[in-house]
């Protein structure tokens, strides 16, 4: 890929293909070299090493013996199956269970801490979980599905229907506009974010709808301005729960902005110099969205540019 954001760039080989055969996943359940990585309502167990934070890892036995009947099916690493296990409650096993292995880390906080790879692993263990969560009923007649497919997908008993883990599309776009003294991007902001923060727009994409309409929509809701172009920059697998960001530039077609108070209080045009200051965090009243967001990659692709 051109660029890569946080949480994508899985390592492990998914084995779609192999996942759906009930032996073959039997014959990696039983593979004495079956590892799994834990979770804790959706946080990571991290441990300190000579190289610095890593996933936990441990034995898919030894896994399974502490948290029963709450494992899903990763992939492949070097060959070798790779699962991961997630205990749920308010008690923090790693006071317990898992004493000494490591800590459990929120996600956002573990962007900070895990290379690219185990955050990625993480973030998508984390998405599975959170969809098997939220769906546990058969849509179609209400039946209580059944795991299968290693946690890739739910059957109903009753009706036969399969389910699937769903991604929700989200356009994420900073808009430019380039027809003054100099370009500038505008950030905007929510009310509930920390003192400070502005970001890119972003919203759902609504059904029938392309990226470029969801995109123009939105700018225009929450902002006031008309697209006349769009760039398509990148994308970001987001666990919280499950969204599939599509980064975007957007060329608007003038610099009259208006927040709609609903979804944004404040807008702000800046220069690439402001903006550079910004995620530098030297600019005096605005703070960038941090890092491992890709609202940050876009307006460091901008600023850069």
Known sequence: MAFQNIFAGNPLD???DLRNNPDWLAEQEANPEALAMVLWEGRPLVEETADGPRLTWLSLKHARDMVPDRDLFLGLW????????????SIDP???P????????????????LPAGDLAIAGGAKSLFDWRRRHGF???CGTMSENTAGGWKRRCPACGTEHFPRVDPVTIMLPVFEGGAEPVCLLGRQASWPQGRMSALAG?????ESIEEACAREVKEEAGLTVVATRYHSSQPWPFPS???????????DDQAQPDQTELEAVCWLTRAEAKAVLAGEHPTIQAPPPFAIAHSLIRAWAEQ
């Open 78 to 89: 070097n060959g070798a199956p790779a699962f991961a296990v997630e205990f749920e409650g």
């Open 243 to 253: 969204q599939l960001m599509i980064g975007l530039i957007a060329q608007v077609s």
């Open 94 to 96: 790693a006071e317990g």
């Open 14 to 16: 998914r084995a779609g």
């Open 138 to 140: 058969c849509a179609a």
């Open 98 to 113: 898992v004493r000494g292995l490591g800590a459990f880390h929120e996600m956002r906080a573990a962007a900070a801490l």
């Open 204 to 208: 759902f994409l609504e059904p029938g």
